[in-house]
């Protein structure tokens, strides 16, 4: 299986995060020897292959659930009126 390519966000994004923390390593730590300077490369360097691995990937996404085409139907109990109730409203419409 063949690896993905780097898009050229992540390039982007990894390079500045390399060189960004790197200038700020060596301007916080104050070192000046070889070794001090390599820990400080290597640091950044795998800070800047982070950030351009956590960059999203166009197309990385799932897709969203399928909705159903038509919506479901909806079934509204109402209480049903009572014998008595309905013979009332019989009589009243009756009398009058």
């Given at each position: 299986?063949a690896?993905?390519?780097?898009?050229?966000?992540?390039f982007?994004?990894?390079?500045?995060?390399?060189?960004?923390?790197?200038?700020?390593?060596?301007?916080?730590?104050?070192?000046?020897?070889?070794?001090?300077?390599?820990?400080?490369?290597?640091?950044?360097?795998a800070?800047?292959?982070?950030?351009?691995?956590?960059v999203?990937?166009?197309?990385?996404?799932?897709?969203?659930p399928?909705?159903?085409?038509?919506?479901?139907?909806?079934?509204?109990?109402?209480?049903?009126?009572?014998?008595?109730?309905?013979?009332?409203q019989?009589?009243?419409?009756?009398?009058?």
């Amino acid at each position: 299986m063949a690896m993905p390519r780097p898009t050229v966000a992540q390039f982007v994004y990894g390079s500045c995060a390399v060189i960004l923390s790197t200038l700020a390593l060596l301007l916080l730590s104050g070192t000046s020897s070889g070794a001090g300077i390599a820990a400080v490369a290597v640091v950044a360097l795998a800070l800047g292959l982070v950030v351009a691995v956590r960059v999203p990937v166009p197309g990385s996404r799932r897709p969203a659930p399928a909705r159903p085409a038509t919506p479901l139907p909806v079934r509204a109990t109402l209480p049903s009126p009572s014998r008595e109730q309905v013979r009332e409203q019989v009589h009243e419409r009756a009398a009058s």
